[in-house]
């Protein structure tokens, strides 16, 4: 975290500092097209999502990590112990454990609904035992905790032009549309973790179930069905960027640079998947560097635009100071 990230967001205390300066650390690792999409945001409003993020990072790391020698139960009680601290965490506003102390912080400075932290938690819990999905409405299901909360979380940090009600399904949407791409570009390094996350009633549809899919890994041969089953899930997937892209306009206009970058690099991910066969089993697919490049600079060159308008300092509902920008009128960004 930068000194003027950190004095933009009204954060003096050392300790505070550092904390929020470790979770930008596991944003980056971790986060690349997330990191990169940040920085299009207004200084103030960067430590915050890199805080959110940072935490889920951690989570999931606890639950992912491939090279990871912890058994499950060590894996279950690492994330029980960060259930109870993050609870305490955000019920005192305090943490000596960094990263909670400023996801908690984010939290009380934004007025973040405790209740999406829990339902983050439960779904990490989750993913300790259950190995598959049998529909998409189960899916769904851990999706609202694993992915949906996290756009929930971000959207009173990012700001809106319209009622927070009305932009809260669209950036539900958006999160679920983030992670079913990322589950269609990781299906081979799930299968080596022993996980299927793609809807068995969608494979099933195609003549697909886990053995085969294993038997393609395992090989390195294609399979026709398992191709016709991707392009499904790619086009599930499409369909929930669908939903999400009303919302990007109901963003404050100096969080929409950052937000629709995000959108349009990570919907490319989709884009990369196909023009490479929907090889997902075997290798996973990586948007070019140059047209990486490029969206960036498209951000740029908005956030730019946004930085010569005119903005006025309001109070947050929870009595700190940040940056609002006017609406535009056409209501697009």
Partial sequence: MTARELNAAGITDPGLRHAYRQCRELNAQHGRTYFLATRLLPLEHRAAVHALYGFARWADDIVDALDSKD????RGFALEELSRDLEAGLRLGASGRPVIRAVADTARRYVIDAQLFHDFMASMRSDLTVTSYATYA?????????????????????????????????????????????FLRDVGEDLDRGRVYLPLDLLAAHGVDRELL??????????ARVTRALKAAEQLTRRTYREAAPGLAMLSPGSRPCIRTAFVLYRGI???IAADGYQV?????????????????????????????????????????????????????
Avoid: C
């Avoid at 290798?283 to 930085?307: C, E, F, N, T, Y």
């Fill in 270 to 272: 989709l884009d990369a």
């Fill in 71 to 74: 058994t499950t139960d060590q």
């Fill in 214 to 223: 294993e038997w393609s890994r395992r090989t390195g041969k294609g399979d």
């Fill in 138 to 182: 189960d899916l769904r299901s851990y999706m609202h905790g694993s992915a949906a909360v996290i756009g929930l979380q971000m959207l009173p940090v990012l700001g809106t032009v319209v009622p927070a009600s009305e932009a809260e399904p669209h950036a539900a949407a958006l999160g679920v549309a983030f992670q079913l791409t990322n």
């Fill in 281 to 333: 089993v075997h290798r996973r697919a990586v948007v070019p560097r140059r047209r990486r490049a490029l969206i960036a600079l498209d951000g740029l060159v908005g956030r730019a635009r946004v930085r010569h308008r005119r903005g006025r300092r309001v109070t947050t509902p929870s009595g700190d100071t940040v940056v609002a920008h006017r609406p535009e009128r056409s209501g697009a960004g």
